[in-house]
């Protein structure tokens, strides 16, 4: 059973994480238009693991007798300076997705609700991961700089990334 609150702000993460996956797939749209469609396929496949991040939430909810509450969102933005700021935001966005969800383990902890602190162990877990993979892409465009073999070998190297769904247990 969620109390009203909790439930409000599951489904609040739920917008956040479906607004992450809309995000990643203008930021992919980007890296298409400047002919990067490796790093494009990198982020579209971080918009479907988003995408599976939102279900997750959609399913916690409803298997513990809520009601979701589907909320609209702004456009993302579309354009960026360089690859080097598309990921700086991207890595920002991922930073504000970390707060809320260390946010609603406290909310879950404070109302001693067990079943959604369980729940949301696997996105703190994810969130490291999350971070730790924008702050490493960052760091080697920081490195690449304006060398256009650089970016071309990275584009390549993230052209490789392939979509794993998440497994099934929360």
Do not use: C
Request: overall charge negative.
């Amino acid at each position: 059973m969620l109390s009203p609150k909790l439930q409000d702000t599951l489904n609040e993460q739920m917008k956040n994480e479906f607004f992450s996956a809309y995000l990643y797939m203008a930021i992919a749209g980007y890296f298409q238009s400047e002919d990067l469609p490796g790093i494009a396929s990198w982020m579209r496949v971080q918009a479907l693991e988003e995408m599976t991040h939102g279900e997750k939430f959609y399913n916690f909810i409803a298997d513990a007798a809520g009601r979701t509450d589907f909320r609209g969102f702004e456009a993302p933005k579309n354009t960026y300076e360089s690859p080097l700021d598309a990921f700086r935001y991207s890595l920002k966005h991922e930073n504000f997705v970390t707060d809320r969800i260390n946010k609603l383990m406290d909310l879950a902890k404070e109302e001693s609700n067990h079943a959604a602190q369980i729940f949301l162990q696997w996105f703190v877990t994810e969130q490291v991961e999350e971070e730790a993979s924008f702050s490493l892409i960052v760091r080697k465009l920081e490195r690449i700089g304006n060398d256009g073999n650089g970016l071309l070998r990275l584009d390549e190297e993230l052209a490789q990334r392939v979509f794993v769904p998440p497994a099934t247990a929360a």
